[in-house]
């Protein structure tokens, strides 16, 4: 859900011919492995992604921001020809790399010198991406104003730390305040650990910015992650019928229960 909407974002961005500059606060190495399981509580536990790219990836009866999400994972994924099941995902600055026009621009960063290091290999020679070291809530501060006059912002943490909330509320302000044009987009979880009413408030009480909230809850009562959310403000002209749209034909695809459900509604309204 998540990047199926932040590839709407870019292109409505680029229904413009001047650049913008994008700013990916928690980069991540880029590219996945998707036969890897994850681990929890020291337990491995089976690939996640049968249930998720794997229901769309031999579809062809998608909507047109779907399908261009969509073709963006398979280029990505492919080799020779199309593999019957995706092998590696693309992260944010992968998918951003493929869609950014020679006059847009990557600002990438990650704490763990690891996955940086391991980002600008999968990025390779990429003039337009700058990956770095470090806090990328800082980032925002040091960034905005961007020379292009437009920005899009991805705040995508791990949500590890119980003060993640403000943390985001706070760069936000900062952001807000150097540069209260951008476009920024915050994604969250839901489950039970995660306070995405309380994060939900927070934004709520920025400056008066629009704020869009999109969430997918593919499982209600799932005993860990359910769903999770996008929060925009200042979404581009339009762009809550286009994520109205995307997330109907996501919500059909991806349901785990018969109850599971999504909305688009507006936090603080348009003016």
Known sequence: MKHALLVALARALQRKPGGFLFVDTHAGRGSYLLALGKKGGGVARLPEYPDGIGRLWQRSDLPDPLADYLALVRGFDRRARLPPTPRFYPGSPCLMQMLARPQDRLALFERQPEEASILRKNLGAERRAR???????????????????????????????????????????????????????????????????????????????????????????????????LAILNPPWEFEREARSILRHLTDILARAPDASSSVRWLVPER
């Open 131 to 229: 990956v770095q070291v470090g806090d990328g809530y800082a980032s925002v501060r040091a960034l905005l104003p961007p020379p292009e006059k437009r920005a899009l912002v991805l705040i995508d943490p791990p949500f590890e730390d119980e003060e993640e909330g403000g943390q985001i509320v706070a760069a936000l302000g900062e952001g807000l305040r150097r540069f209260p044009s951008g476009v920024y987009a915050v994604w969250y979880p839901l489950t039970g650990r995660v306070r995405a009413a309380s994060l939900l408030e927070g934004l709520r009480g920025l400056p008066k910015t629009p704020t869009l909230v999109a969430d997918i809850i593919v499982e209600p009562n799932a005993p860990r992650m359910n769903g999770c959310g």
